[in-house]
């Protein structure tokens, strides 16, 4: 079964840039659509954007339109998320999610593996 790694979260300041990185293990990395959602104390686990194998792309939050852009490279079976112009109110833990098959969602049902997540703390 495909397992996914995050990586790249951290501290960083208001305004400022965090490259995340999703690294799956196994061969049909290039089968699956894989995604991003966060979780901010005390709230759920929401989706912020997804990408197919195809390369076509959804982003699910209003607030990260225009400052969040999802890739992939395939024969690095690594998906990633750059983030710009980041607020406090981004900070969260980043979840990388391989959905279950070659689309996407911005619900979490239809993932089928999770990373162990990476903290994104935007803070002065």
């Known amino acids: 079964q495909l397992q996914v790694a995050e990586s790249g979260g951290g501290l960083v300041q208001p305004g400022g840039s965090l490259r995340l990185s999703c690294t799956a293990s196994g061969s049909t990395f290039a089968r699956y659509a894989f995604g991003w959602f966060r979780q901010a104390p005390g709230k759920g686990r929401e989706g912020v954007s997804c990408?197919?194998?195809?390369?076509?792309?959804?982003y699910f939050l209003v607030s990260g339109q225009g400052r969040f852009t999802i890739s992939r490279d395939n024969s690095q079976n690594t998906v990633f998320l750059q983030m710009t112009s980041l607020k406090p109110e981004d900070s969260a833990i980043y979840y990388c999610?391989?959905?279950?098959?070659?689309?996407?969602?911005?619900?979490?049902?239809?993932?089928?593996?999770w990373g162990q997540g990476t903290q994104v703390t935007v803070s002065s």
């Open positions: 999610a391989r959905y279950i098959d070659n689309f996407c969602s911005q619900y979490s049902n239809w993932v089928a593996s």
């Open positions: 990408i197919t194998s195809a390369n076509s792309t959804n």
